[in-house]
């Protein structure tokens, strides 16, 4: 497959600083891909907590199903990962694999079984090589250390064009605290390889089930509001781990206003990485956002834009550059919530060109027209009906989406 | 747009028999297309009654509206189509000139309001100009004849690449009766054109509460269960209409046994139009049926069948003759129905792949990319929880599909 960047990958990748608690190491371990790095180790002080969002699949990875048990208790000393290899669909072997490579890791790190935390993208339905992992831990552990973001997300990538990453800070009760995030996902499932995994840590110290709300909150918002082809992978995961070592002041609950701060700084880095994974879509010309306001609930809106988002007929009207606003209002009536249709109001590039269920009389389509023809699509609709919004992203839909996906292996 | 007829279509259409109490006309009303006709008018004769199934979209067609209002009284004297504009989103405007439509209809064939139902198809968002249909509802009247169905079957096709039309018998308690049916649909909503209408006569005398039984039942074994591109028309129609001219015993119910003729030709006959639309789906270069077994009831396995049949992913791999089953699982796991990873089975063209969770240990692949290469693909996915089972058809998702949609206006 091609590796060549998306033209809508940024211009350049975040440098992300050293944080407190947290070390990396990454290897060639020879999985699927060959001379590069393909698995990476995470390591996090003693006492971090972690929270994570699994795949809502009912035919999980080993991994997924590993991470969801470990997550209850809400303590975490490594994240392993691989590529090359999803695990997923592997049956007994692949549990057994999983479960290897977590036993070698809690040996290796001197740590509980249920610390250790694993992903695996790839391939489904190739049992796992666990022993080229776990052979080469050592070497993992000998060479971890604080400044290796970038290399970490650079062995996480499958069909990504481009690694993606993103920090931000805040203040907790006073305290800096800092947040790095690394992120793979391309297609929900790209060419036989899988998956959305995000890998999120701060310094912050914060109990497990704060983190777990802050965290639910913030996915439900970023994560759960981008969609490429509205695939849904065996082994999407989502952690964010807590070192604890900045020693802010314990918040009361997720609620707490010193983590006021915190909240928009989570939301913001997990929506810069959730974009950067439709910007790496397959095939993406175009990066889409689309806004929702005046449904029932928010539940409601982020379901109406994900309806838009996942329209085959939308998203190939904008790669034609076609300003086909009536494909809008048949997948707005398709999501199944509550609008009405003579109070639907759709802007596209910020020009109102229907309203009150018709086209409005003076539309101009010229100024929408030059819109359609940017990278930066803007949608917004107004179903008229209360007071829930929402923001989705998603990209185009190319022939380079078929070619990535159809005529892989021909 | 290229009317080059689908590679899947039928090599001939079949010849449709004249039924006792239809008569139909077609007319070029220059309504959109030139040169072609592009209304039809179903007569049916005095006492005729009706049932339909309609979009479920929120933000229906004003057709769609005044058939949910006319059903309900369940008699019907005429069917108005026309191609070209969907008249959908088309606000007060929209809904005068459907009602300017029907009272014209009305008057012209001397009977209620409540007895005329309409329908439209093409351009979303455009006012219909009804004065075009009303102006030639004379010629109309005077043109009605009995053989015209294949007539009929053209002058509702939009990007259609070839007239979907069929026609069964059975009898009810010794009496011969005759169903015919003509339809049109190619994407769920095709390059600004709408729609899946399909509209279903027989001779046969049945009571409407029977009929809308007896539709709904069918309907959801087949045009329910066919998808293009999963997006949902702003006025998809399926209407059944029952002149009663064979005079047949009166059923006590839609489950009456001297039925049991009717109802089985009856889903043979939607499902035979339904398959047809897909035949014609827009890029279509194969015929895909999924069957599914296993399921916790035939609704989830329908919804199951549905995920797979719009998966992105799995279409493109079949465009793409690869037998990636990978991309099963996933949509399976996707579905949110009650499925058992670890008793999943696969089998395409008849071949076990995956089984019990995993790859099965002697998958020989060779048949299966044979038989991936050929137009007819039958997938079939047992999920391991119960008994619940339904059919399912889609087609391939190909450059061409981009094409129709995305490159139409450039």
């Not at 020879?30 to 390591?43: A, C, S």
């Not at 070698?104 to 666990?130: D, M, N, Q, R, Y």
């Not at 080229?132 to 831990?137: D, E, V």
């Not at 006073?174 to 992120?183: K, M």
Request: aromatic share 4%; glycine share 8%.
């Amino acid at each position: 497959m091609s590796q060549k960047a998306s033209p809508l990958a940024p211009t350049h990748a975040p440098k992300l600083p050293a944080l407190a608690g947290v070390r990396l190491a990454i290897r060639e371990c020879n999985i699927r891909y060959r001379g590069r790095p393909d698995v990476m180790l995470m390591e996090l002080s003693p006492g971090s907590t972690i929270a994570g969002v699994l795949t809502k699949s009912l035919a999980p990875s080993a991994a997924v199903d590993l991470c969801r048990k470990h997550l209850k208790g809400g303590k975490a000393r490594a994240i392993l990962v691989n590529a090359g290899n999803a695990n997923a669909f592997t049956g007994k072997l692949g549990k057994q694999a999983a479960e290897l490579s977590v036993d070698a890791a809690a040996k290796t790190l001197g740590c509980k079984k249920g610390e250790i935390f694993v992903a695996s993208t790839g391939v489904i339905g190739e049992p796992l090589p666990a022993e080229k992992i776990t052979a080469n831990l050592g070497a993992l552990k000998d060479s971890l250390k604080a400044d290796a973001w970038a290399d970490a997300a650079a062995a996480i990538m499958t069909t990504d064009t481009f690694p993606k990453l993103a920090t931000r800070t805040a203040t907790i009760g006073g305290t800096a605290v800092t947040l790095n995030g690394i992120c793979k996902g391309s297609g929900m499932i790209a060419p036989d390889m899988a998956t959305m995994l995000a890998f999120v840590a701060t310094d912050a110290k914060l109990p497990a089930d704060i983190l777990r709300t802050l965290l639910q909150k913030s996915a439900d918002k970023s994560f759960n509001c981008i969609t490429v082809d509205g695939d849904t992978s065996t082994s999407d995961t989502l952690l964010l781990a807590a070192t604890g070592e900045a020693k802010n002041p314990k918040p009361k609950s997720a609620g707490d206003p010193i983590l006021k701060e915190f909240r928009a700084a989570l939301d913001s880095l997990l929506t810069d990485l959730a974009v950067q994974v439709v910007m790496d879509g397959e095939g993406a010309e175009k990066l889409v956002t689309i806004d929702i306001t005046g449904a029932a609930s928010a539940a409601a809106a982020r379901r109406i834009g994900l309806s838009i988002a996942n329209s085959p007929l939308v998203k190939t009207a904008i790669a034609g550059e076609d300003a086909n606003w009536g494909r809008i209002v048949m997948a707005v009536g398709k999501a199944g919530e509550k609008a009405e249709r003579d109070k639907l109001a759709i802007k596209i590039g910020g020009v109102l060109i229907a309203a009150k269920g018709q086209r409005v009389a003076d539309y101009d389509e010229a100024p929408v027209a030059k819109h359609i023809r940017s990278r930066d699509i803007k949608i917004e609709v107004d179903v008229g009906v209360g007071t829930g919004k929402a923001r989705v992203w998603t990209c185009d839909l190319t022939h380079r989406y078929i070619e990535i996906n159809a005529d892989y292996r021909s």
